[in-house]
């Protein structure tokens, strides 16, 4: 079973950063499109980034210019940096491929308030 862990969130101030890490297996990182994902409170589920084991991106226009996917191939590790960020960033952050597998992590918390 596919596993990710999400870590690096907190609570930030409007206009802020925060980097999240995801690590996964190396059979996944190596095949597989990998993204960011977030859940607001009463919301769906909705995919912010992704990246191709390729390196092409796609990013969802509401982080345009504020968010930057990136990974470390040798870690297995992608990465997300956020700046300038905003209380409605506010969310729980999930990684997975893209499309998504079933499995889930726990998540971490992003919470964008003064």
């Known amino acids: 079973q596919v596993q990710f862990v999400e870590s690096g969130g907190g609570l930030a101030q409007p ?4 980097r999240l890490s995801c ?8 095949t597989s499109t990998m993204a960011w994902y977030r859940q607001a409170p009463g919301k769906q589920r909705e995919l912010v980034v992704r990246i191709s084991y ?12 504020r968010f930057t996917i990136s990974r470390d191939i040798a870690k297995n590790v992608v990465y997300l940096q956020m700046n300038s960020l ?18 889930w992590g726990q ?4 919470t964008v308030s003064s």
């Open 54 to 65: 390729g390196g092409s991106t796609y990013y969802t226009d509401s982080v345009k210019g």
């Open 107 to 110: 998540g971490t918390q992003v």
């Open 86 to 103: 905003k209380p409605e960033d506010t969310a729980v952050y999930y990684c997975n491929k893209y499309p998504t597998s079933n499995s």
């Open 15 to 18: 206009g802020g950063s925060l």
């Open 23 to 30: 690590a996964t297996s190396g059979s996944v990182f190596r």
